[in-house]
């Protein structure tokens, strides 16, 4: 799906500021990340998710895992800049674009022109201050649905 003119503009606008209001070091997300659904507040039925971020700032590595009942499992990976430069996003066999952001601490990943049927969305990831916590929001623009909030914690290797 495609943004409105307005939200295009919303979009491009935080894009723009976020680089000026940001001037601290950006945190480092790189690790393994499990979902904790017990902490999060989304319909995650009887998925597993395993994130793997690989931050080599401005570049992000992304590999999304998620393991359903019966085995299923679904991929989405890509590799994308910060500084809000689309990138290919494969979702699971599904092609959409991406483009990365910081705003203050956090990482801002903003997935759009995926199949037809498809929502943009937009996810928001911070770090707790022990750096041992994930927590994202998801954000469902067009169409519009609420949020939901998933926490990972990191594994420990």
Not at 3 to 31: C, D, E, I, K, Y
Not at 51 to 68: C, E, G, H, M, W
Not at 80 to 109: M, R
Request: charged share 25%; proline share 6%; net charge negative.
């Amino acid at each position: 799906m495609r943004l409105s003119p307005l939200r295009m503009a919303m979009v491009a606008g935080a894009m723009v500021l976020s680089p000026l209001l940001w001037a601290q070091q950006t945190p480092n997300f790189t690790g393994t990340w499990q979902l904790d659904p017990a902490k999060s507040q989304a319909n995650v039925r009887d998925e597993a998710v395993t994130l793997t971020i690989q931050d080599n700032s401005p570049s992000i590595q992304f590999k999304r895992v998620a393991r359903q009942g019966g085995g299923h499992e679904s991929v989405s990976t890509f590799t994308c800049q910060t500084g809000g430069k689309e990138c290919d996003f494969d979702e699971n066999g599904h092609k959409a674009k991406v483009s990365l952001w910081y705003d203050g601490p956090a990482l801002v990943i903003l997935k759009t022109d995926g199949p037809k049927e498809d929502a943009v969305t937009q996810w928001r990831l911070e770090l707790s201050p022990d750096g041992k916590t994930l927590n994202v929001v998801l954000t469902h623009i067009d169409p519009s649905e609420n949020e939901e909030k998933l926490v990972f914690d990191k594994e420990t290797s």
